[in-house]
């Protein structure tokens, strides 16, 4: 079951601290998780680690504010022999014993959050209101949500009746060296142009102090990586993966393409 | 029938004060009850003891905005031999004689809330205005709701007209010794680490006075004591079960770091 | 027909007024009604009365915004043979010559009112514009509609076009003699106690000044007297059936616990 | 065809100016029209005393914020032998040659305005959208809407565009001769009291300067006669059957008491 | 095909300018036009002239807010050998190279909008989503869309990416000794008639000065026109033709009856 | 495969910069693409000519805020042997390898902006939650996005978490000769003719200043000359295809008439 959700090869990751280890025993609690954190600061990759490390499959959502909790659970189609429930992607994972995780869950709508509360306490089923069953949890199920606090409004929070549910692990980007190392790694380029690009990706965090919504991600860094190492000029390449995805705005992009500048002679 | 919602064992449960036998008294009065007091406070234990206690299937709903009156009464579905109508979860319960629980009532819809009406008062009867049943309740069915006066906004409250149907119980913070009690139990950790943990709580409830929304509920303390159980050390455990998932303001973020360094050493 | 409907017991009825002559007149004269007043005066119970006097079937709808007019008048199902329509409330009380009784009607949408006009001006018809039919109402359907004057919201309101073709009946709390006998009755406990719970309920009224929402209703106040009679002392009961219900205020609660400690000699 | 809709007697109708040849002359000019007034004055009433005296159907509508297009023009069922298209009402009004009245125009969404605009200019045809088919309306199709101008909203009116296709007739109050005759004749009282009935109304209508939203219609009056009539007093008549029904302002209410007072001898 | 949306006789139509040639020099072009004008300023006229002129049928839609692309494009309904594809309105005149013309195309929802716009560039195809087709426009396909720049609302405008796709015609009130002639003809009245109700029109125009939202079209004085060849006097025809439709004010309605006094001896 | 979406002939294309270059590295790299510039700038001409140079399919699709995720994914169609999935745009883009365009993608729903996410990472796949079934990308699938920073409304932006996943090229107007070489290619008229018309883009883009919302694209010059190539007047011809279109204000209207006045005698 569930075999699309498995992953095929070992992801990279890059362990920041002790993260591992305390997802592994919050796993083995069936402690609910919360990962919160920035873009790209490697929330996902961790969750792909852990899937593969537990050898479970790892269902994905990416949660918005049109979803319903039929989304996640499930609904009835009309067949040829008549009304028949399909599971939804959470549903699937509570029978199959995948980890389910809920990508950027503050976006869901109340009923997402509610829906899942049967699952995080003692309890551990799903009923399914509709059709009337009650799904007790695979041993192996988990539930992992995420959400990025920097950007995440007032009125778009966990009820606290929510969080008091879960545990949690806190990102941050990677340390110059460890990301220089990522960066080298993901797109095949040598440690001093990585080291550039990390520069490059530093600067723009410091620019929301100038008002830019956040800074590159270790993600877009790897990106203009990529397109140097087919052969773009550094500048071209930057601009292109990393300041002209990021701002509007024309002081904010004069500022990224003279931070661009700085790094263009390495 | 609704035997996948008849506890299968008997729930721990650690009485405050005589609620055991008030609630026991509204029920054979079949006055319906409202459940009132903060996350984790033993609401849903209280009601599943009494279940356990009162040998009634307890049928649980979590309410949210997007709730209609039909996932809790039912509707029409579309089958080989036509339209069949399926009994909602409060429909299941009245006809059989379940307690049904609308866990954080204030979330749901007016029209949730006023279809419960005619089963509160002398008539104790639920018409289904979809089929033009008219259903009689079971001499077993009791009514519950629940929700937390603390972060219950001005424009979700309930009616007047609903209030008056109902007696109530109010929950609190269990005092210090019985919720280390509880601690101990549930977690499995010994009296003095329990007691720490309880300290932990009592200073992060003290914290809402700062701005925390809400204190840690006993239930992440056990959450924590279950990770140190495991062999996880005691800040650590008390970061991913209390501290990351209760706040992302930086001030208080250090705040609940200081309060776990208080602790850490015993 | 509607024998579902039908009241099985002459309901206990103790008039106010000339309420029960007014209301026949208007009933003989087929002008639909509003009854007006807080909750738990006696509006439903007048009409239970009226019924069984009547010798019609009581068909009640609690309105809520969320209703629609098919809600009221009917749809059309799905059936092996094809679709077939199903009357709603409305249509069949207006078929068979019930009294309908749509239960605070200022919650309905503007949909749910103008449905109805037909029926209340010398037409006496329910056109079902979804079928094509035009239902001319049996003579013994009379319409009546109630609502709260006091936390009615100005944006909730009948139309004018709509309260023209009504009369109208309010009601009040009853006098403390008529409560006592009343709640002596309803709730089997003697004339003392009764009037002990009687200045319970005049003394919580009198905190709407103070910012309570409403006073307890006579119903309330019965409650109370049936957690006496099973053997609850009083100040329990009351604070259950009526003080924990109707607040949440630190200080209302405070002041209704004094209320209760006032009477709880006698 | 429309039987259903044909008037059965001849509707009483006391003609307040030259008001029947005008609507006549704009019914053989195919113009379309609207009827203003208040609550009450008559609009409805001059419509089926015109439907009469053409012999014509009346298929009424009452329009409401939440009628749809389909609602007014039809709709597709599902059949056994597949889906069918069925009629609504202003269709079966075009086809058959009815007069077809939008009642409180107004308070329909913009959807319902525009459908009718192909109907009010020379092209005098409806296409049906969602059939493919363009329905020619039968020389004797008349569209007939009406408002009250009075408590008719900024956001709630009639686009100019909609506006200019139409004529207009604007209707009031009777005046108190006029006013007294037909509810002598409509309640089957006698003149002097009638007379006195309709002081109440006019005084009534002079507490809009005080804040009443409305005064009494002519229609509220009959019905206070009406019960006068099967014997009831006449303060407890006019109680129930005007001042009830007009306010729940105490002030207000204090000043309907004391005019009926006023009248109550004669 | 479409033949009931060819027109069966020679639309009348008075050229104001050089539009005629324009208009023709556009649709050779396939340059999809805007016509924007007051109510009633010949727009729907010129387009039936040029449907005449060209041999093409006219669709027309009136736009509305709660119209879907769906009213548009077409969808699916379930016909016994399954669901069967219909195509909507703006389908059929691509497909058969019909005069597609929105009405009022601001009242329309953004996706009405931009489901245009891959007809209105150099592709002029329909991409039907629903079904996969992608249909190529017939030669003879023009798109036509109209709105009154007098009363728009700075919310309800066309994106500037949809008007950059279209030319455009302005239209204004035809000047006095055109206006005449044209009511003179449609109304069937002679000149000096005609001459005092294009005076009745200019004058109610300079009203909107006054605050009256828009003055008479030349449509509502050929409607006054008519009542009076029918034997109406002139100031009553006017009053219902003109006056009464136009405003609810008591000003505005006097300063409209004072002019039509001041014409009615000619 | 989508041979409908394949372009029958090369598409006109005049590269301002290296975009071609840098676009066709990106698609090396299956890095998502963002195009962002004014209305008629060359976004959707670039797109074009890269799908004609790189060999794939182009599906479009235009973006509106009542797009849902089934309108790009896909949805189920009831056919006679029952419910059969059907693919949308997105879906099928990402099955059959061809480059799928979001056009004005700010105008979506977030649920549109999320469901791209496991497409523009490297996972590279679509779970079609309805189906259950996870569609991993064919190597030559690409997607592209494109929006007007000019009038995008703060409220309507990506999420950064979108942007991130995408690099970006940035377009503006061309410079006067080479726009003159466009408009002079495309309308089919001689060098000096659209050297004026450029000059009257030019200057209808200096009075964004003066408050017109956006300058005349190169799009509307080229309608102007195909019209004057059709022997319409410079003077009519581009009061029809650029300055009619573009306001309704009357200064601005004035200032376009000066400015085409300016250019009218070459």
Same mark, same amino acid.
């Given at each position: 079951?569930?075999?699309?959700?498995?992953?095929?090869?070992?992801?990279?990751?890059?362990?920041?601290?002790?993260?591992?280890?305390?997802?592994?025993?919050?796993? %083995?609690?069936?402690?609910?998780?919360?990962?919160?954190?920035?873009?790209?600061?490697?929330?996902?990759?961790?969750?792909?680690?852990?899937?593969?490390?537990?050898?479970?499959?790892?269902?994905?959502? %990416?949660?918005?504010?049109?979803?319903?909790?039929?989304?996640?659970?499930?609904?009835?189609?009309?067949?040829?022999?008549?009304?028949?429930?399909?599971?939804?992607?959470?549903?699937?994972?509570?029978?199959h014993g995948a980890?389910c995780y809920l990508?950027?869950v503050v976006e869901?709508?109340?009923?997402?959050?509610?829906?899942?509360?049967?699952?995080?306490?003692?309890?551990?089923?799903?009923?399914?209101?509709?059709?009337?069953?009650?799904?007790?949890?695979?041993?192996?199920?988990?539930?992992?949500?995420?959400?990025?606090?920097?950007?995440?409004?007032?009125?778009?929070?966990?009820?606290?009746?929510?969080?008091?549910?879960?545990?949690?692990?806190?990102?941050?980007?990677?340390?110059?060296?460890?990301?220089?190392?990522?960066?080298?790694?993901?797109? $095949?380029?040598?440690?001093?142009?990585?080291?550039?690009?990390?520069?490059?990706? %530093?600067?723009?965090?410091?620019?929301?102090?100038?008002?830019?919504?956040?800074?590159?991600?270790?993600?877009?860094?790897?990106?203009?990586?990529?397109?140097?190492?087919?052969?773009? $000029?550094?500048?071209?390449?930057?601009?292109?993966?990393?300041?002209?995805?990021?701002?509007?705005?024309?002081?904010?992009?004069? %500022?990224?393409?003279?931070?661009?500048?700085?790094?263009?002679? $390495?």
């Open positions: 079951m569930l075999s699309a959700y498995r992953l095929r090869e070992e992801p990279y990751y890059r362990p920041v601290g002790d993260e591992v280890g305390l997802f592994a025993a919050a796993a %083995a609690a069936r402690l609910p998780m919360i990962l919160k954190g920035p873009t790209g600061s490697g929330k996902t990759r961790l969750l792909e680690h852990m899937a593969w490390r537990l050898g479970r499959p790892l269902v994905t959502v %990416a949660c918005h504010e049109d979803m319903s909790a039929a989304d996640l659970v499930g609904r009835w189609l009309l067949e040829p022999a008549g009304t028949v429930w399909q599971d939804g992607p959470l549903t699937r994972a509570v029978r980890i990508d950027e869901a709508r109340q009923d997402t959050l509610v829906a899942i509360h049967p699952l995080t306490d003692s309890r551990r089923m799903l009923p399914l209101e509709r059709t009337g069953e009650v799904v007790r949890a695979h041993p192996d199920f988990l539930l992992c949500v995420s959400y990025n606090p920097g950007y995440q409004a007032a009125q778009k929070d966990l009820k606290e009746s929510t969080k008091q549910r879960f545990g949690a692990l806190a990102f941050g980007y990677p340390d110059p060296a460890r990301e220089a190392e990522i960066v080298a790694h993901e797109a $095949g380029v040598e440690a001093a142009l990585a080291a550039r690009l990390v520069r490059v990706g %530093a600067a723009s965090r410091a620019l929301v102090a100038e008002g830019l919504a956040e800074g590159a991600s270790t993600r877009m860094l790897i990106q203009a990586g990529r397109l140097i190492a087919a052969g773009i $000029g550094f500048v071209p390449a930057c601009t292109l993966a990393v300041a002209t995805p990021l701002t509007d705005d024309p002081a904010l992009r004069d %500022a990224l393409a003279a931070l661009l500048d700085a790094q263009a002679t $390495g």
